[in-house]
Nanobody, 120 residues
Framework: QVQLVESGGGLVQPGGSLRLSCAASGSILSIRAMGWYRQGPGKERELVAVIRSGGSTNYADSVKGRFTISRVNAKNTVYLQMNSLKPEDTAVYYC??????????????WGQGTQVTVSS
């Protein structure tokens, strides 16, 4: 019913930049929030950043000042601009969306994941 398509991952050297994008499509009345999670090797999945319908944001302490989450509501799209990348940022990044359907109910949806590798 709802699909999240991610793009923008890849290999980058330490100190480099990358921008991830995630576009939601399907039976969407509105999206209350969209966010990015990541799971590194041998680690639990963790929240990276979220942006809510009112525009408020939250970031993990480890990415504050380096990553910026933004949105284009008309396209149901969220971006994650990643600067000053570090090896510890290496992970699979997953897009998440809190979607409200036409009955007024909400559901969580996940993207397929995109690999970000930071290495020299």
């Amino acid at each position: 019913q709802v699909q999240l398509v991610e793009s923008g991952g890849g290999l980058v050297q330490p100190g480099g930049s990358l921008r991830l994008s995630c576009a939601a499509s399907g039976s969407i009345l509105s999206i209350r929030a969209m966010g990015w999670y990541r799971q590194g090797p041998g680690k639990e999945r963790e929240l990276v950043a979220v942006i809510r319908s009112g525009g408020s944001t939250n970031y993990a302490d480890s990415v504050k000042g380096r990553f910026t989450i933004s949105r284009v509501n008309a396209k149901n799209t969220v971006y994650l601009q990643m600067n000053s990348l570090k090896p510890e940022d290496t992970a699979v990044y997953y897009c998440n969306a809190d979607v409200v359907n036409y009955s007024g109910s909400w559901y969580d949806y996940w993207g397929q994941g995109t690999q970000v590798t930071v290495s020299s």
